[in-house]
């Protein structure tokens, strides 16, 4: 099993390499027209120079926002997870939806008492394992 393991991770870099090449745009390709990377990438795949050239010299390399490294940049974004009882927005759309549910229970009672009175009125006792229609 081992021994296929090179063979796989060098198809593997090559299949990135093809893939990343055919998805960037032309503006962000150096050098050499994409087309011609391409082919570079595809002819000298199995010896791994078509992709190690694509990957270093074939693409223009962006740096993220603000000129950061990688590294600062996960310093500086650090996100606090917290969780759902702690957070203030989750907690607040409960209330929004139990104060919707409330409502929604509390028409439906007032249509039960209504129709309820309807039968008392018409001589008849409702019969509560009935399910009213509406």
Do not use: Q
Not at 31 to 47: A, C, D, S, Y
Not at 49 to 55: F, S, T, V, Y
Not at 118 to 128: A, D, K
């Amino acid at each position: 099993m081992l021994r296929y393991l090179p063979t796989l991770l060098v198809l593997a870099l090559w299949i990135y390499a093809f893939i990343d090449c055919l998805n960037t745009p032309e503006e962000e390709v150096k050098h050499l027209p994409k087309v011609v990377w391409v082919i570079i990438v595809l002819l000298f795949g199995t010896v791994l120079l078509g992709p190690i050239a694509w990957l270093v010299a074939g693409k223009v390399r962006k740096a993220p926002a603000g000129g950061a490294t990688p590294s600062e940049w996960h310093r500086n974004h650090r996100t606090e997870f917290v969780a759902p009882d702690d957070n203030p927005d989750f907690l607040k759309s409960l209330k929004e939806e139990n104060k919707k549910d409330e409502a929604l229970l509390k028409d439906w009672e007032a249509d039960l008492r209504r129709r309820e009175e309807n039968l008392r009125r018409n001589g008849e006792t409702p019969n509560p394992e009935e399910d009213p229609k509406p």
